[in-house]
């Protein structure tokens, strides 16, 4: 960061495309996410929206050439180039993409990407014929290899009635981009280089074809966890259970459904040798008994009463846990009693790095809550006292979590 203010700085580079007018609904997306936007437009930009709309906006003059004396005399693009926190290119052509990768500086885009020293991202869109040509893609290619981040173009049914991969993200999906590479210039890197799996949510248990055995879990705990590994530097996977949540960000997810199901996901992945597990972090609450057999079809409502035959479902914490003891172990413990009591006992029979133990039986802090407040218990050769993390959002939670986590991870 080159100031001390607090809203992030960012530039919106805009080039010439159809896909200018998303421009507008990303520079007020940015707005609304409480960023200072400036905005660059080329000439080819303004022959699709127009400066005025985009001035409208963000509320700031747009700049829109090189060798404007008005300009210079207050911020010029040197002045431009050093104000920037980011620079996004949203969309960015493929003359852009030529120009910059070979170095030009014909225009204020291009000179103040050349003067800066802040991260640039650019979103390229295109039509798909274009967007596969291999010179295109050389430029492409050339532009990373100076540290440019590629914001990848979607594929689907374009301007012109072609369809392919040429298409620019919607504006939420550019603002998840810049916000994801702001934390990660932002926040310590304290689990960088590692690969952390979370599992999350409810598992369903089949009793028929259309009844389950469940629980009240959302969810919200593991993906504010999978998010915060994710902003600490971490390759993330999430294997997830029934939930309503959105993805995060450059998380990769993995649904599932029963206890065998997540068991079974977990089990792959940490024996997989292409890409090492370095933490095994376990919030989903998994259903402790399923039906011996689920009925193959729906159970009639036909009798007053009805016994299921259930048997315990495995324990997938201790079995990952026993299986891989170079793993960095974290479990949960929903407890409504005896919280600590029962917390301590998981925590040294499931071979534990680390439990976090929350009273569920609270309203305030218990399951479907957007907060949460955990005792967090540490195995007994870190030496180290129980943490006590006072309510606050699962968000805050898991942040604080994973900054105990990345103190005694090796």
């Given at each position: ?19 200018a ?8 997306l ?15 930009a ?11 906006l ?10 404007d ?29 030529a ?219 201790a ?22 009591k ?23 802090i ?13 195995a ?17 939670i ?13």
């Amino acid at each position: 960061m080159t100031h001390q203010s607090t809203k992030v700085r960012i530039i919106l580079g805009i080039t010439g495309g159809i896909a200018a007018y998303k421009a507008a609904f990303f520079a007020r997306l940015l707005i609304k996410a409480d960023f200072e936007v400036r905005v660059i437009m080329t000439q080819g930009a303004q022959a699709f929206i127009t400066p005025l709309t985009l001035q409208a906006l963000t509320g700031n003059k747009v700049h829109t050439e090189l060798l404007d004396a008005e300009a210079e005399l207050g911020m010029g693009h040197i002045e431009l180039a050093k104000w920037a926190d980011f620079i996004i290119i949203a969309p960015a052509s493929a003359n852009t993409l030529a120009r910059l990768a070979s170095g030009c500086a014909d225009d204020l885009l291009t000179t103040v990407c050349l003067a800066t020293t802040a991260p640039i991202l650019f979103a390229p869109a295109m039509n798909q014929q274009m967007w596969a040509n291999k010179a295109v893609q050389a430029n492409v290619q050339r532009l990373q290899s100076y540290g440019y981040h590629l914001i990848a173009p979607n594929s689907g049914e374009q301007a012109c009635g072609d369809v392919g991969a040429g298409r620019l993200p919607e504006p939420d999906e550019l603002l998840a981009h810049i916000e994801y590479h702001i934390k990660r210039h932002t926040i310590p890197q304290t689990l960088a280089g590692k690969h952390v799996v979370i599992t999350a949510g409810a598992t369903l248990e089949a009793i028929d074809p259309v009844r389950y055995l469940s629980n009240h879990s959302t969810g919200k705990m593991g993906f504010a966890l999978a998010r915060a590994c994710r902003d600490a530097g971490a390759t993330v996977t999430l294997i997830a259970g029934h939930v309503y949540l959105n993805t995060p960000f450059a998380v990769n997810r993995i649904d599932v459904s029963s206890a065998n199901n997540m068991l079974e996901v977990a089990e792959t992945l940490t024996s997989d040798p292409q890409l090492p597990v370095d933490i095994f972090i376990a919030t989903a609450a998994v259903a402790d008994y399923r039906t011996r057999e689920a009925a193959p079809q729906k159970i009639k409502k036909i009798q007053e009463q009805m016994t299921l035959d259930l048997v315990k479902n495995p324990d997938i914490l201790a079995t990952i846990s026993a299986d891989n003891p170079d793993i960095f172990m974290v479990g949960f413990a929903a407890e409504t009693q005896d919280v600590e009591k029962y917390a301590h006992g998981k925590l040294v029979a499931k071979k534990l790095d680390i439990i976090a133990c929350n009273d569920v039986s609270r309203s305030d802090i218990g399951f479907a809550s957007d907060d949460n407040a955990m005792t967090v218990f540490f195995a007994d050769h870190y030496q180290h006292q129980p943490v006590p993390l006072s309510k606050a959002s699962k968000d805050k939670i898991a942040e604080q979590l994973v900054a105990l986590i990345a103190q005694h991870v090796s």
